[in-house]
């Protein structure tokens, strides 16, 4: 049998100017673009957001701070070949405590994941990382600055957020009282 769902992205959301992305789920999806949307209608509805990123999630490699060691114990022995010569920017994300989701950390200049991974740990060995996350930039699908008001603002304006827009036990009160709902004139 195969598989019926749609690809898995990690979806990625800063609240506001200044503020760190965090993880914040993960959508199902056709392709890059509908998850960015996805993402904003699942995550975007309550906090706000001024970015969103969207990475399938089979272009993160992860790993938690027992595996690395490991990793890095094997890699050692086995000098392992570099699969790819070039270099490019990766992302890096680490989750700080147990409760916490995961934060953007900075980047880093790799010609592999494993690569990528190595230096993240060096360069933000500052840093208690539980677990951590490494994607190729061009992985990411980023919402554009210049289309923040129109991505995000309709979230902002929904009255359903506001109980004050649900009058129901002042509406039952009121049956109660006379035995029928009393129309605005």
Request: proline share 7%; glycine share 4%; hydrophobic share 40%.
């Amino acid at each position: 049998m195969s598989d019926t769902q749609f690809p898995r992205f990690m979806v990625f959301q800063q609240a506001g100017e200044g503020e760190p992305l965090l993880h914040n789920g993960t959508v199902h999806a056709p392709d890059i673009e509908m998850a960015l949307l996805n993402a904003r209608d699942v995550f975007v509805r309550r906090p706000d957001a001024v970015a969103l990123w969207v990475v399938p999630v089979d272009a993160i490699y992860s790993q938690t701070r027992e595996e690395l060691t490991q990793t890095i114990a094997r890699s050692a022995k086995h000098d392992e070949a570099i699969p790819n010569p070039e270099l490019e920017d990766y992302y890096v994300f680490g989750k700080l405590s147990q409760q916490a989701q995961a934060t953007h950390l900075g980047k880093v200049n790799a010609n592999s994941p494993q690569a990528a991974m190595n230096a993240a740990v060096e360069k933000f060995s500052d840093r208690k990382v539980l677990r951590w996350y490494v994607f190729p930039a061009s992985a990411v699908l980023k919402s554009k600055p210049g289309e923040a008001d129109p991505m995000f603002a309709p979230a902002r304006d929904k009255t359903y957020k506001d109980q004050a827009e649900y009058p129901v036990v002042t509406m039952m009160r009121q049956i109660r009282a006379t035995g029928h709902l009393e129309e605005d004139k």
